[in-house]
């Protein structure tokens, strides 16, 4: 069980990623957790070209950097829970840089959002995040999808 431990939620700020965090904060409440919520930062692509101009790629990179620990913090605390935030920049894929992150914390639970529609093809190509961190994570891992009316 989870009593006294971290739950780690990864988020790409989707309501996917929202609906896990309203469950992680549940669970921890219940059973005395930590909420840890994390997200991994791909670096700005630069790309070089005579008819566009754009800002050095440090200030881009800057400026995306501080977009997202403003989205962190703001669904940190929509939570209405203590959550810790994580902003990770990294050039490896997403599930490996979370798998990482949970056992370096060391992570109870992960609780990861998962987008409810996805094309045959492209699940079966690539897969989502979601699975790759259930085949490599190094501890339980509850998939979360968005909260559905059913009007």
């Not at 930062?41 to 005579?50: K, Q």
């Not at 939570?79 to 109870?108: N, R």
């Not at 990861?112 to 529609?117: L, P």
Request: glycine residues 6%.
């Amino acid at each position: 069980m989870i009593r006294d431990g971290n739950i780690l939620v990864p988020t790409d700020f989707s309501e996917a990623s929202s609906e896990a965090l309203r469950r992680a904060v549940i669970m921890a409440r219940q059973n005395h957790g930590t909420v840890h919520l994390l997200h991994v930062m791909e670096p700005a692509v630069f790309f070089e070209t005579d008819m566009i101009a754009i800002s050095p790629l440090d200030e881009i990179t800057t400026a995306i950097r501080a977009g997202a620990k403003r989205r962190l913090q703001a669904q940190a605390e929509a939570a209405d829970f203590s959550v810790t935030t994580h902003l990770l920049e990294s050039m490896g894929e997403p599930a490996g840089v979370i798998c990482e992150f949970a056992t370096s914390l060391p992570a109870d639970l992960i609780v990861i959002g998962r987008q409810g529609v996805q094309g045959a093809i492209e699940h079966l190509l690539i897969g989502s995040t979601a699975e790759r961190v259930v085949r490599h994570a190094p501890c339980s891992v509850l998939v979360s999808l968005p909260h559905r009316s059913l009007e």
